[in-house]
């Protein structure tokens, strides 16, 4: 009987010990079927390969980490990390999500990841998915703008559909309210502090001068120049940026502002410490202090280095789990630009 209970006690302790990993797997290294290492013995120099090919392409265009990390996101943000961005083409001819003017010209990284491509697939034909190349990419970027480099879990498959207008609704522009951001990352399963944690991207890459005209020249009736923003900035910002009027829109578009002038190459809190100060570049990012539900995250973010990069990691993982594909689903395609 004493051993009998001792063995069911064992039962029940091991079975809640395996569920307690599962629930916490899902948080990070595991979970959605997604494992770190998971090419190990189907292809393990896959993660040295996306090391070198990023490290070459950034000796010559030191401006690669941001694009790669956004290429990152507005894979995960429209229908999940499953490689859609970087379709060409699909079966119904629909125009592609890369078509869309959220994407469009500003899209960069493409052909990095062209070039991991085909070098992997060199190495193990048909073996490792785009969606995952996308993902180790990002950990590159992030890595060489200056976080320690994280282990990401990978499994994902690519999808066979892209579609331009899918766009629309899931990522957001500078214009988006704060209460329609937050539910875009809610309904990814993204807290309130992963989405202020992720926008600390923003302190590195740039925006076009598009982006910010209202806030400079028409914010409002009364207020042409958006009263958030430190004067000083504002000034520095005008000079980079002139008047619609004053120039060609042309111009506008191909004209770049940086979203971090302290520290343009380093991912790091900065941006938070710029926000406190006046000095964010879009109206999305500046909100987030004037925001009571997304304030104190800002101050606590300012405040600590450690704290953000440790977070900023974290929700990075969390991000690559949206919506993936796994196992039988999707393909692994030989192109990432085409389906099979
Ligand atoms: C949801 C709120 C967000 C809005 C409204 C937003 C908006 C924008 C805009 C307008 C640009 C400039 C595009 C251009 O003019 O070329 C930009 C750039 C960028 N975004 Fe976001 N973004 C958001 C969230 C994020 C998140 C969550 C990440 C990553 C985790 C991210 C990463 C970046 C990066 C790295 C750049 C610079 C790209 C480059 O220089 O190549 N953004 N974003």
Known sequence: MGRRLIAVAILIFTLFTICNLLAEGKGEGQGNGLHVGFYASSCPKVEDIVAEVVARFHEQEPK?????????????????????????????????EKESPANGETLGGLEVIDAIKARVEQECPQTVSCADLLAFAAREAVHLAGLPRHEVPAGRRDSKTSRATDVNFNLAAPETTLDEIIHIFAIRNLSLEDMVVLFGAHSIGEAQCTQVTDRLYKYSKDSPRDPSLDPTYADELAGKCPAPEARPAEQALRTMV?????????????????????RGLLQSDQV?????????????????????????????IKMGRINVLTENEGEIRTNCRAYL
């Open 288 to 316: 987030l202090t004037t925001d009571a539900r997304t304030g104190a995250i800002v101050y606590r973010m300012a405040a600590s280095p450690e704290t953000w990069s440790k977070m900023f990691l974290k929700a990075m």
């Open 64 to 96: 690669l980490p941001p694009a790669l990390l956004r290429l990152f996101f507005h894979d995960c943000f429209v229908k999940g990390c499953d490689a859609s961005i970087l379709l060409d083409a699909t079966p119904s001819g629909e125009p592609v």
């Open 258 to 278: 940086e979203f971090d002038p302290t520290t343009p190459l380093d991912l790091d809190n900065q941006y938070y410490v710029n926000l406190l100060r006046g």
